[in-house]
């Protein structure tokens, strides 16, 4: 069990600050702005880039960024797969934890009536 709480510790720790996640998709796209005389007529596209991101009921939010701000919304989309991640195995550990908790109460419930 102290082996199981010290790696919990651990993770909590490596665990990016709530201020810097950030839940959506970074997607690029080429667009196209009408006008007949623009090289995005025939070539490549104006690149753009979004932050996507799911809402409930069903929306999506996109907020264009600027390419000052492609490096910071990056981050923050990184910040929250490992901030996901370390939750997801804090919660694998918590599942262990109680069930090592469970089987001491039944061992002491035994013992009681034994």
């Known amino acids: 069990m102290k082996r199981l709480l ?9 665990a990016p600050a709530l201020e810097e996640i950030m ?5 690029e796209r080429q667009l196209r702005c009408g006008n007949r005389s623009c090289h995005c007529a025939d070539g490549a596209g104006h ?9 409930a009921p069903g929306r999506t939010e996109q ?5 000052s701000l492609v490096d910071q919304a990056r ?11 370390v939750g997801e ?4 550990i918590n ?3 109680l069930r090592l908790q469970r089987e001491r109460a039944r061992q002491a419930g035994k013992r009681r009536r034994g």
């Open 95 to 97: 599942r262990q934890l």
């Open 89 to 92: 195995e804090v919660s694998r």
């Open 63 to 67: 907020i264009s960024i600027p390419n």
């Open 23 to 27: 839940r959506g998709s970074i997607v």
């Open 6 to 14: 010290r790696r919990r510790q651990r993770l909590i720790e490596q």
């Open 75 to 85: 981050r923050g989309v990184a910040a929250y797969a490992r901030w996901w991640a």
């Open 47 to 55: 690149p753009a880039t979004y932050l996507c991101v799911t809402l």
